[in-house]
C-alpha cells in the first residue's frame, strides 16, 4: 500500500468507470483484493501457458492408450483455458499479462524428474498420472478461490468463465483417476512383484 492519502482527498478519479469507492470505509480493502484477484490471475495465466508446454512432454513419455488419450483431451482443454483467461481479463479491463508462477514451476519440474527416473511403462504412467493430479490439484485450489474473489468483487462474468475452467479441472482430475485406478496401478504394481521374483 504505497499511497494512503492521508489529507486532501485527490480530485475524483473521473476517467473510471468502475465505482467501487462508493463507501470510503471499505475502499482499501476492496482494492486489496481485486489486486490479489488480478495477480492471481496473472499467475495462472502464466501457469496453463506453461503447461500447454509440459503436457506434451507427458504425452511423450506415456504409454497406456487411455493415459495419452486423457492427456491430449486435457492439452485441448488447457490451450481452450489460455483463451478463456484472455477473455477473463477482456471483461474486468485489464491488459493480458503472464506472472511466473513458482508453484507450477516447481510441479512441472518435478514432473519432468519423476519422468526421467522411472522404468517407461507402467510405472512411469503411473508418476506421470501422480504428477499430473498434483498440477490439476493446484489448479483446482486457483480457480476455486478466483471463482470466489471474481463473485466478491461483482465480476460475475468472469466468475462463470472461471468456474468453467474449474469444472474443467476438476475433470482432468477425476479422469487420471479413473485411469489410475483402472489397471496402471495394479500392473505398476506388478511390476514390483516381478522384481521381487527376479532377486
Ligand atoms: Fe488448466
Ligand atoms: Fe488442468
Redesign the pocket.
Known sequence: MKTAQKAAPKKSASKSSKQQKSNSQNSQEATGLRDLFQDSLKD?YW??KA?TKAIPKMIKNATSEELVAALTD?LN??QE?VTRLDEVFNTIGVKAQAKKCEAMDGLIREAAEIMESTAEGVVRDAGIIAAGQK??HY?IAT?GTLTAFAKILGENEAAELLLQ?LN??KE?DDKLSEVAEGSINLQAAGEDAEEEEEQ
Open positions: 495462472i501457469a496453463e503447461l486435457h482443454v488447457t483455458q498440477v490439476e489448479e480457480y475452467s474443467e479441472e482432468a
